[in-house]
C-alpha cells in the first residue's frame, strides 16, 4: 500500500482512487503520477512540498484501506 526508498527518504508511491488520482495532481505540485507504477492507481507523493502532513497520512491511511479491502478475509483475518 505504500512504498519508499529507504536510502533517500523524499516519496512514496501509495493506491490511489483513480478518481482521485488527477484532481490530486491538479491541486498538489508534490503529488504526481506514481513512480514506476500502474499510474491509474498509484501516485508519488513528494515530501517537504506543497502536500501538508496530515494530507500525506490520509492518503497513506486509505491507500491501506484500498488494499485491505482487495484482500480475501482469509487474509485480512492474518493482519
Not at 504526481?32 to 507504477?37: A, E, K, L, T
Not at 492518503?59 to 480475501?72: A, C, E, Q
Amino acid at each position: 500500500f505504500c512504498f519508499v526508498n529507504i536510502e533517500i527518504f523524499d516519496f512514496c508511491c501509495i493506491k490511489c482512487n483513480p478518481d482521485e488520482s488527477g484532481e490530486l495532481q491538479t491541486e498538489y505540485t508534490g503529488i504526481r503520477p506514481g513512480w514506476h507504477m500502474n499510474k491509474k492507481y498509484w501516485i508519488s507523493v513528494y515530501f517537504n512540498q506543497d502536500v501538508p502532513d496530515e494530507k500525506i497520512k490520509e492518503l497513506v491511511s486509505n491507500s491501506y484501506d484500498i488494499v485491505v479491502k482487495s484482500l480475501t478475509k482469509k487474509e485480512r483475518e492474518m493482519l
